[in-house]
């Protein structure tokens, strides 16, 4: 929910903030915005409206409309003469200012050209504010289902982790010291999967965007088939259409690289999205693999890719175990 003037929104600076919350999100098989919004005016602002669970107002101290003024006069006198004065300050957060659970994000500026300026160089600083706000509602929101947890306990039990497996899931069976794989395969929407494989650690170059890339490359050779009975119908990593994304993030205190991007099959009869997280044990001095990857041909894959990343951040490696334990 965006609060605006809308005659900014029509203008100059809601090109920027369109830039912010409507860009493409890079590493999907087609183009879907960061965000879906609504916008409307300070006046419009009314009990409904208050209860959406991400909110975002936007002023300008150089506007001197009603909406402006609206807006505006959220501010006290000594945050006015803050904006007024330190062109640094352009954003600040609230949690839950009119209901449990809801993000409150306020951007502010001068001018509009000083504001316009803070969104392009902040845009990732913004999106993340929201994209972490998603992901922790949907990890709070997965529910184990009795399944679910057998499914786990026996994964704990066998490989050394730790990981929350949400209610429909069922594991893969697959007779493996390696590598463990979880999915819903429904008859109708979307497949869901979640893998996990891990290898003792050798050196900081297993890191590189190039050495993932053949890693995973290698592990759908050896364990993922779009059909089972033939064996060329094996999952590598899609780089020509779409571009593989690799950040640096810090996963549950170890360093780790994040990976999107698209997958196919060898003999391009299926593919969809995947994110991964690479990253190392140090106490067992493994190094993970954990994956989700979505099948849904023609149909949106951003909130699917979210629900796979808040499933991939409850994984854990079991602590207190001696390396034979885990081998």
């Given amino acids: 929910m965006i609060i605006v003037n809308k005659e900014k929104w029509g203008g100059e600076l809601g090109t920027s903030l369109k830039e912010v919350f409507h860009g493409y999100i890079p590493g999907l098989t087609r183009p879907e915005p960061f965000f879906t919004t609504r916008v409307i005016e300070p006046f419009q602002f009314n009990r409904i409206f208050r209860l959406a669970k991400n909110i975002v107002y936007v002023t300008s101290f150089e506007g001197t409309q009603p909406a402006d003024k609206w807006l505006q006069n959220t501010f006290n006198d000594e945050a006015k003469q803050m904006v007024m004065t330190d062109t640094s300050q352009f954003m600040r957060t609230q949690d839950d200012q009119f209901a449990l659970g809801q993000k409150v994000l306020r951007l502010f500026g001068k001018d509009d050209a000083t504001l316009m300026e803070k969104l392009e160089d902040n845009k990732d600083i913004i999106r993340n504010y929201f994209n972490i706000a998603e992901k922790e509602r949907l990890a709070e929101d997965i529910r184990s289902s009795t399944a679910g947890k057998k499914i786990a306990a026996r994964l704990k039990d066998k490989f050394g982790f730790d990981i929350k497996i949400p209610a429909g899931y069922e594991e893969v069976p697959l007779d493996k010291d390696d590598f463990a794989w979880v999915r819903v395969l429904p008859n109708v929407g979307a497949s869901k999967n979640i893998f996990v494989y891990f290898k003792p650690y050798e050196s900081a170059d297993e890191f590189t965007h190039e050495n993932i890339i053949k890693l995973r490359n290698r592990i759908g050779k050896k364990y993922i088939f779009g059909d089972p009975d033939n064996l060329e119908s094996f999952m590598i990593t899609e780089e020509r259409y779409v571009p593989i994304i690799q950040r640096d993030i810090n996963f549950a205190g170890n360093y780790t690289v994040e990976t999107k991007g698209a997958w ?8 969809g999205t995947f994110v991964s997280y690479t990253f190392v044990d140090q106490e ?7 994956e989700g990857f979505i099948i849904h041909p023609n149909e949106s ?7 796979m990343e808040s499933i991939l951040t409850t994984f854990r490696p079991v602590k207190n175990q001696t390396q034979a334990s885990l081998d």
């Fill in 264 to 271: 196919k099959t060898n003999n391009l009869s299926v593919g």
């Fill in 284 to 290: 067992s001095n493994r190094l993970y693999y954990i």
């Fill in 301 to 307: 894959h951003r909130e699917l890719i979210r629900e």
